[in-house]
């Protein structure tokens, strides 16, 4: 944790964390020893805690600018090949299945459970996005759903908040999920109807900052 | 389009006060000592006070710590039965410290956030258990700030605002790069790897955006309330 020392009253020294630092910890990035002496001085420290809360104010208002203008872009990008989608929809099952598993090669996988056609699909949705531009993984309307989640690299806690945001941003459902292997589940059984999604990934609790996003399409 | 950020990047100082400019997410792990205690106050002679019932060594603990304890408990579990969570946990530290659970007592500190996280945690995983079991839809509206504080929400949703015409003020490229950290979750060193950077072009991207943010706030809402939450941004630096 690298320091400053600032705000010191007379024969008072005190290291406050960076902003840095304070950024890492309020995304829940910081490794544990960092986190507990970031917490100590938290305990302390009635100026970092208030740095923390504005900290906790810039880092919401950039995820969510960054995640509005996402889906204005990808709204205008759907509205512009509306024509080309309808027409990839109307492909033969067989040829749909396997663009998917392209993409499942990339981010994610598919997985229809027990073997069964009718039976839930299991959608991985991982945090590496290798590069941009990349498609969005898929999965097919009105079939039950399981979602998994990537929270590797978060530090570890026994559950997290997990919002489903619709192509207008609105919250369809909040969920706490309890961390299992490196990963959160979140059943939907009754499936999702056609459209795109995101599921953000919340610290359980008051705090509010997302701590990551992913985006999935029900087609 | 990439090449030119890039450049323009490279030839600016390193804005940030500390030296050293460590690191990538996972290895900056030069961690503190722990935080001495507030003046006058010896952890020792507390935790002696303490287990021999003094009551100004109860009061003196609530003293130092109750507003910690109680930023990081309303930061996890909010403000429902907070002063009670409060109490509750002081009592823990307490009974603790009189069974000699804290062998060191200049470890207090450690110790009284050890008790804080376990309750936290123990509180969380009861309220996900019980939220696990209800599956019905809800519509709640997405919401970061207190729900019943209009005021709140309206400032964050100014925030969002500007933050809006900061990011579409900047190149395509610095906004994926703001996209990887702040959104996916991605990790400085892997958003360096991969997008071509030095740690100090991705510190020096993050670091101009915040100074936008605080301008940009503060020309947009110079007669408003909000300029003192956009002052602490931008003026200090
Ligand atoms: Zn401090």
């Known amino acids: ?219 | 389009m990439p090449g030119a950020g890039a450049k323009r990047q490279e030839q600016e100082p390193d804005p940030r006060p500390e030296p050293g400019g460590a690191s990538a997410d996972t290895s900056e792990a030069a961690v503190q000592p722990a935080p001495e205690p507030p003046a006058g106050v010896r952890w020792a002679l507390l935790v002696q006070k303490i287990q021999t019932g003094d009551q100004q060594g109860m009061e003196e603990l609530y003293k130092i710590f109750s507003r910690g304890v109680k930023f990081y408990v309303w930061r996890h579990l909010g403000t429902r039965d907070l002063d009670d969570r409060i109490h509750d946990i002081f009592l823990l530290v307490v009974e603790a410290i009189r069974n000699g659970d804290l062998r060191d007592p200049d470890k207090l500190l450690a110790f009284v956030r050890t008790v804080v996280r376990r309750q936290v945690a123990g509180q969380i995983k009861g309220i996900a258990r019980q939220r696990q079991r209800e599956t019905a839809l809800d519509t709640k509206a997405y919401l970061a700030v207190d729900p019943d504080n209009p005021e709140a929400q309206a400032m964050a949703r100014e925030r969002v605002e500007i933050m809006k015409e900061v990011l579409d003020g900047i190149s395509p490229r610095d906004r994926e790069i703001l996209t990887r950290f702040y959104l996916r979750g991605q990790s400085e060193e892997q958003i360096c790897r991969e997008m071509d950077l030095t740690h100090n072009q991705f510190r020096m991207l993050k670091y101009r955006a915040k100074m936008r943010f605080g301008e940009m706030g503060k020309r947009r809402l110079r007669k408003r309330r909000l300029q003192a939450f956009f002052m602490r941004f931008s003026g200090s630096r």
């Open chain 1, 1 to 219: 944790m690298s320091a400053v020392r600032i705000g010191e009253k007379p024969g008072e020294s005190r290291n406050h964390p960076s902003e840095e630092t304070l950024e890492r910890y309020v995304m829940d990035r910081l490794q544990e020893a960092e986190e507990a002496c970031v917490e100590e001085h938290l305990l302390l420290c009635e100026e970092c805690r208030g740095k923390v809360e504005e900290t906790e104010d810039y880092v919401r208002a950039m995820q969510t600018a960054l995640a509005e203008l996402e889906q204005r872009r990808s709204r205008a990008a759907r509205e512009g090949s509306e024509t080309g989608r309808k027409r990839r929809w109307g492909l033969p099952r067989l040829a749909w299945a396997g663009s998917l598993a392209a993409i499942a090669a990339a981010i994610v996988m598919v997985v229809p459970r027990n073997g069964k056609q009718d039976g839930p699909v299991e959608l991985r949705l991982t945090a590496l996005r290798g590069q941009a531009g990349i498609s969005a993984p898929a999965a097919p309307a009105g079939r039950r759903l399981v979602l998994s989640l990537d929270i590797e690299g978060l530090q570890r806690r026994p559950a997290y908040e997990v919002h489903l945001v619709g192509a207008e941003g609105e919250v369809l459902f909040d969920r706490t999920a309890v961390a299992e292997a490196g990963s959160l589940k979140i059943d939907l059984a009754e499936g999702l109807p056609a459209g795109r999604y995101w599921v953000r990934v919340f610290p359980p609790g008051h705090a509010k900052v997302p701590l990551r996003e992913f985006e999935f399409l029900i087609e």
